[in-house]
């Protein structure tokens, strides 16, 4: 299939032929990846054939257009928003654009990848249903972020579309952005430190739903740039400007420098209540209407007999329930009444690194466990009197000669400070030897700066690090056996030399 060059396949909806296969669906109700919807169209995918008819109503279900020769291609389909994302048995993506139109203007596009698509297609690593979906947060439809104090901010206005998929046995959700480079290296952290293990998941205007095999359910609003990855079209923030008026508008946001910035690091998963009956693992999400609070859960279910969804909006507590009388279609999960997420939690990533601080060398530093796809980290610095007693106290404080204080390392994935630092090129999955880029900043907390008046030593290292705000910023570079921490002279400069470079080895 080439891209926009053959488009005999637009037609108005009323031309399109009439299907008649008694296996079309009765109604949809859950966006999955046979069946979806959104504001304006529901659509179908059987035998490799796509079906639309309009949202919620009893007429027949019609042919979509496709291009020629492009039937039986797809195995699977989402829908959100203005797109629709098929897939075949080997991965590739097809782009069907404009689903919030008509279908004379429907386009079908395979380009993926780097700026402005430049690239010819691009495959996911997992077609299994349930376990992949596409996610569009656009300006027309959702309009608004919510950021990591609860700011809010328009969406730019190209939106964000992605691609989300689960890897390593459900520890991994990858994000594939077509705008970004072609791989599996941006990510969307699971719960507890990347350890929540997912069974199946839903997407919608940037908010992951997540649930494991024990009905254990969380979301999170998040992108890349909500999560501070686009700074060409955002400005963003570490420390909160509660003084400063939300942006009435992206352009807004952009060019008034007066107005908040977005907060980082984006809000966490938010965990949700257990459902009070039997569930499948056919789980869906979508957006009803502008504002990031205004998503509606779902779950396959069944209550008192009958066959339905669970369902409620994001922020609400209790589930309801609607009968529809259809057959399940998902597997039925083991639903326990009490919480289950610590039950299907895999080891703590064995990364963890230590070391001594450049020209703090009384300061050594400890981030345990570092989990690569998370936007927070502890951490642990330890003030010495001395650079002598910080090399005789060993690492992590084999002597017991310094105070440890614990404080957090949030970080932001994809760059260094200079636009030239954005990958153009693919990377491979996870770490390894080809360094990670974040941006990133030690949050000193309130607990941590009463101690400047019991200890000098911390005292002079907060000095001489922070100014009015308890953060000290800094960008990583991040392989399996290093965290180099550098310091740029200049905020546009984070190079190795000659700003200063801390090393923290791999224990």
């Known amino acids: 299939m080439k891209d926009d060059t053959d488009l005999n396949y637009q037609r108005p909806f009323v031309d399109l032929p009439v299907a008649t296969d008694p296996r079309l669906p009765a109604r949809v109700d859950l966006r999955d990846n046979t069946s979806s919807f959104n504001r304006h169209w529901e659509m179908t995918l059987l035998d490799g054939t796509l079906y639309m008819r309009h949202r919620e109503t009893a007429e027949p279900w019609r042919y979509a257009p ?280 895999v080891d703590p990533s064995p990364y963890s690194y230590e070391g001594r601080l450049y020209g703090n060398k009384n300061v050594r530093v400890k981030i345990p466990n570092f989990a690569y796809a998370a936007t927070s980290h502890p951490v642990e610095a330890t003030i010495y009197d001395t650079p002598e007693d910080a090399e005789a106290g060993g690492p992590h404080n084999a002597w017991g000669t310094g105070r440890t204080y614990h404080m957090t390392i949030a970080t932001a994935y994809g760059r260094l400070a200079s636009p030239l630092s954005q990958r153009l090129f693919s990377r491979a999955f996870g770490l390894d030897d080809e360094p990670r880029y974040y941006k990133a900043a030690l949050l000193v907390p309130p607990e941590v700066l009463a101690q400047r008046v019991h200890d000098p030593a911390l005292d002079a290292f907060l000095a001489e690090n922070i100014d009015e705000d308890p953060v000290i910023p800094f960008y990583l570079k991040v392989t399996e056996e290093e965290i180099k921490v550098i310091v740029p002279p200049l905020p546009f400069a984070a190079i190795d030399f000659p700003t200063r470079v801390s090393r923290l080895r791999r224990i």
């Open 66 to 345: 496709m291009p020629e020769g492009f039937h039986d291609t797809l195995i699977g389909i989402s829908l959100d928003a203005d797109r629709l994302v098929g897939v075949d048995a080997d991965g590739w993506l097809y782009t069907m654009k404009g689903t919030l139109k008509e279908p004379e203007e429907f386009v079908w596009i395979r380009a993926w990848g780097g700026p402005g698509r430049i690239f010819d297609g691009f495959q996911i690593a997992n077609t299994t249903p349930g376990q992949w979906v596409l996610s569009v947060i656009s300006t027309s439809e959702d309009q608004t972020y919510v950021d990591g104090d609860g700011r809010v901010h328009p969406v730019s206005f190209a939106g964000l579309t992605q691609v989300l998929f689960l890897a390593g046995d459900g520890q991994h959700i990858i994000s594939c952005d077509p705008w970004l480079t072609r791989d599996y290296s941006y990510e969307v952290g699971t719960p507890v430190d990347c350890r929540f293990l997912v069974h199946s998941l839903s997407a919608a205007a940037s908010t992951t739903f997540i649930t494991n095999k024990y009905g254990d359910m969380y979301t999170r609003l998040y992108d890349v740039d909500l999560a501070g990855g686009d700074p060409a079209q955002f400005r963003y923030t570490w420390v909160g400007k509660p003084e400063r008026k939300e942006s009435g508008s992206w352009k807004e946001h952009r060019i008034n420098f007066r107005t908040a910035p977005i907060k980082l690091p984006p809000q966490e998963w938010l965990h949700h209540s257990k459902i009070p009956g039997t569930i499948t693992d056919r789980i869906s999400i979508h957006s009803t209407a502008p504002g990031a609070d205004n998503r509606e859960l779902r779950v396959e279910g069944k209550h008192s007999g009958h066959t339905g969804y669970w369902h409620k909006m994001l922020l609400d507590e209790e589930w309801e329930f609607t009968a529809t009388g259809q057959p399940l279609q998902g597997t039925i999960l083991d639903n326990s009444p009490t919480d289950r997420t610590s039950d299907t939690l």
